[in-house]
């Protein structure tokens, strides 16, 4: 715990507020440029997906080890690394010839996101505590919630009036303000660290992330060859061995398995990570159907706010109820999700995708950190803050690699049929948390 002038650490909450803002509008705005930034750059229209996809899957790739990184270095300046790292990889997106080095480009940015992840909260951690750091974190919830009903309308904006350029570059400068904010700080390094962390389980995990989003995003036969999939599929199995003998004789391996042992941890954090899965696809795959079916641009707008606006209006309704029927409204969350994936296959009218997108918004904005609460209640307080970090990975995991496989099934089969993945996903975390033994 660092002391310091209220000034300071006003503007270490100011600086990882506006930081925070980047990612939701990173996402909302790459997944509304899919179409038009196909239609511009050059390559395989499969590549396009991947500018969403490798930035989730970097993301969740180095998401621990950016982590351990942050708690071990200049917390200030790792952070503000980060950003800018994110603000220079997104004003080089705007230049980019093809879409090669786009997903290039937006994966790096990925790792970036990463950074400002981790060394925005190792900041936030390191100079607030107790009662200050839960009326921080719901002001995090807030622009979160703020930044991603704003986003969809943006990009619109943005590609109306600018062209599909713009909409990397508005996050890019977004980071660069969070990056000038850092300045002036002062180190904030921690110099009694035991070095003790499992660098090979981080470096481990994030490998079989890699893998299995990129086995998966590949889907059944990509360039009409059947062995890339597996190929990476092999290379994720080992790594996944190899990353259980690695944490079984490691003395502070990087995965808490005392928290994954709690039943309700497990089937909450996939229940939020079968939510966000559902609402990242919809986020992909949505206005492209929107485009394909000659949906107007004011439509597509309007679809896109149903879908986010949720997010903003719902949380406190959904907290209220959730103090009784918690279970009960995630388990219904995901089934109609899971339902209404399906029954958008088949349909094909204006009207059916925006009441899609009204359902998906609804069951997310109204579920949005319940299954948080409820995953942390019955983990033990000496165990609190891995159990925070690793549900904040289990989380980004499970939603990236379901946005993988959606690619990959996108690609070998239209963007319909990808919203079975999320689905059945969801569909699987109604009957995992229906046979979860739940401590009242």
């Not at 511009?40 to 989730?56: E, F």
């Not at 992840?117 to 703020?146: D, H, K, N, P």
């Not at 029927?325 to 009207?351: D, E, K």
Request: one cysteine or more; charged letters at 10%.
């Amino acid at each position: 715990m660092f002391v310091l002038p209220t000034l300071r650490r006003r503007q270490i909450l100011v600086a990882d507020l506006v930081s925070t803002a980047v990612f939701p509008l990173a996402i909302t705005g790459s997944t509304g440029a899919i179409p038009a930034v196909a239609a511009a750059l050059r390559g395989p229209g499969s590549l396009a997906p991947w500018i969403v996809t490798g930035y989730n899957g970097a993301f969740a790739a180095t998401l621990l080890l950016a982590g351990a990184f942050a708690d071990r270095s200049s917390r200030s300046r790792f952070f503000a690394a980060g950003n800018l790292l994110v603000a220079v990889t997104g004003l080089l997106s705007a230049l980019a010839p093809n879409l090669a080095v786009l997903v290039g480009l937006r994966t790096l940015a990925g790792v970036g996101a990463a950074m400002c992840a981790a060394g925005g909260s190792s900041l936030v951690l390191s100079v607030y505590r107790g009662e200050e750091r839960t009326r921080v974190y719901g002001l995090v919830g807030t622009v979160l919630g703020c930044a991603t009903a704003a986003g969809p309308v943006a990009t619109q904006a943005l590609l109306a009036v600018v062209g599909w350029q713009a909409v990397f570059v508005g996050p890019a400068i977004v980071a660069a303000v969070a990056a000038a904010f850092t300045v002036g700080l002062p180190s904030l390094r921690t110099n009694e660290s035991d070095g003790s962390f499992d660098l090979a389980g981080a470096l481990l995990f994030g490998a079989a992330i890699a893998t299995l989003v990129t086995g998966l995003g590949l889907g059944p036969r990509p360039f009409g060859l059947w062995w890339p999939p597996l190929a990476f599929g092999a290379v994720a199995v080992v790594t996944v061995a190899a990353l259980t003998v690695v944490e079984r004789r490691a003395a502070r391996p990087v995965i808490p398995f005392d928290v994954l042992r709690v039943p309700a941890f497990r089937a909450y954090a996939y229940a939020t990570g079968a939510l966000m899965g559902v609402f990242v696809v919809s986020l992909t795959v949505l206005p492209q159907i929107a485009v394909a079916g000659r949906m107007s641009r004011w439509g597509q707008t309007t679809m896109l706010v149903l879908l986010t606006a949720p997010s903003v209006a719902l949380p406190v309704l959904g907290a209220r109820i959730a103090r009784r029927w918690a279970r009960a409204l995630v388990m219904a969350a995901l089934a109609l999700c899971g339902l209404t994936g399906i029954l958008l296959v088949p349909a094909h009218s204006q009207r059916s995708l925006l009441a899609g997108a009204l359902v998906f918004g609804l069951c997310v904005g109204i579920t949005e950190g319940v299954p948080d609460g409820q995953a942390l209640r019955d983990v033990r307080h000496q165990s609190g803050g891995a159990a925070a970090a690793m549900f904040s990975t289990a989380r980004m995991t499970l939603e990236t690699l379901v946005l993988a496989a959606a690619t990959g099934i996108m690609t070998a089969y239209g963007p319909r049929w990808s919203l079975v993945v999320p689905a059945l996903v969801c569909v699987g975390g109604a009957v995992l948390l229906a046979r979860t033994p739940i401590r009242r």
